[in-house]
Nanobody, 118 residues
């Protein structure tokens, strides 16, 4: 079992920065592929960044060059550093985890609101 707890959301002005954290429980953090999703009002949840167990990262075009996903296996925590924020980044952000031996099963955090004012 994996439980995820997110933190770090809030209100920020356009051009500002935020760091989201995703703390995981359990003993398998190093075997987790982690992702960050977001869901804006009236829109579908979308994958914006992912990091493999080997530290390979991928980003959606909408955040590439502005957001950075990382992980600290010793702390069992994943991060999403968000810079140059835009009003269109406003959404609820969710942490996602998949165990490498069970890739079709998703674990989700509770979500954290990010609001970017213009």
């Amino acid at each position: 079992q994996v439980q995820l707890v997110e933190s770090g959301g809030g209100l920020v002005q356009a051009g500002g920065s935020l760091r989201l954290s995703c703390a995981a429980s359990g003993s398998f953090f190093s075997s987790i592929t982690m992702g960050w999703y977001r869901q804006a009002p009236g829109k579908e949840r979308e994958l914006i960044a992912a990091i493999t167990t080997d530290g390979i990262t991928n980003y959606a075009d909408s955040v590439k060059g502005r957001f950075t996903i990382s992980r600290d296996n010793a702390k069992k925590t994943g991060y999403l550093d968000m810079n140059s924020l835009k009003p269109e980044d406003t959404a609820v952000y969710y942490c996602n985890a998949k165990l490498v031996w069970r890739p079709n099963y998703d674990y989700w955090g509770q979500g954290t609101q990010v609001t970017v004012s213009s």
